[in-house]
């Protein structure tokens, strides 16, 4: 399943992406997110785990993350309740604005977690992309 979303951001592309790319204070904003953190990073590279709690079903998630600064995130799994996940977070410049692309392409491993992740998974898109908007919005105290 491929899940899109796309949003415009009205913060310049630096502090945009610096916001997606600090996956350790996921948990502070981002719904459902119970937990995240970085396992290892480097300049290009980062593994990161996500913990969710989907209405009482605890999940996990952790990813590859070839980072490529103010340009792109591509991520792809290492581990999680997926036979594979693979998405890239895509970041373009347009004035002081900040165009943010994100797509995901995933198969869950059975149908019971299909059923429980694939319901939320585009619910959860779409509140990531708002919750990286509106914690863009905080910076600089606006």
Known sequence: MIIKKEAIILKDIETVFNIVNNVEKYKNFVPYCTNSEILLESDKIMEAKLEFNLKGFTTSFTTKNEVNKNK????????????????????????????????????????????????????????????????SLKQNGE
Do not use: H
Not at 128 to 134: D, G, R, Y
């Open 72 to 135: 792109s995130i591509n991520m792809k799994l290492i581990d999680g309740p997926f036979k594979y996940l693979d998405g890239v977070w895509e970041f373009k410049s347009v004035d002081d604005k900040t165009i943010i692309y994100l797509s995901i392409n995933y198969e869950a491993e059975n149908k019971l977690i299909e059923y429980t992740i694939g319901k939320s998974l585009d619910k959860i898109t779409n509140y990531l992309v708002k919750a990286f908007t509106e914690e």
